[in-house]
Nanobody, 124 residues
Framework: QVRLVESGGGLVQAGGSLRLSCAASGQAFSSYAMGWFRQAPGKEREFVAAPSWSGGSTYYSDSVKGRFTISRDNAKNTVDLQMNSLKPEDTAVYYC?????????????????WGQGTQVTVSS
């Protein structure tokens, strides 16, 4: 069992920044990799960012590339998402997910565990 808890969401003006954090716990966590997704009202959950297994590479959706940065701290079992130059279209509930190693990092169905989500609202 893996438990994920997100924090750091809020309301920000366009052009501003927020930092999200996902804290993971559970005995099986060492077998999992993490990723960030988001879901806007009326839309499907979509991939945002994920680190590779080794952490040596990072992957981003085209819509956030160059503005968001994902980082992880293995000692603390956390994965953070630094979001800069936020746009109103970034407004969504942001979720942290955990997938077993070897599964596709982009696909929602690859993730076995999800956090409760944190709301990010960007005003124009």
């Amino acid at each position: 069992q893996v438990r994920l808890v997100e924090s750091g969401g809020g309301l920000v003006q366009a052009g501003g920044s927020l930092r999200l954090s996902c804290a993971a716990s559970g005995q099986a966590f060492s077998s999992y990799a993490m990723g960030w997704f988001r879901q806007a009202p009326g839309k499907e959950r979509e991939f945002v960012a994920a680190p590779s297994w080794s952490g040596g590479s990072t992957y981003y959706s085209d819509s956030v590339k160059g503005r968001f940065t994902i980082s992880r701290d293995n000692a603390k079992n956390t994965v953070d998402l630094q979001m800069n130059s936020l746009k109103p279209e970034d407004t969504a509930v942001y979720y942290c997910g955990a997938r077993r190693y070897g599964k596709n990092y982009v696909s929602v169905s690859s993730y076995d565990y999800w956090g409760q989500g944190t709301q990010v609202t960007v005003s124009s």
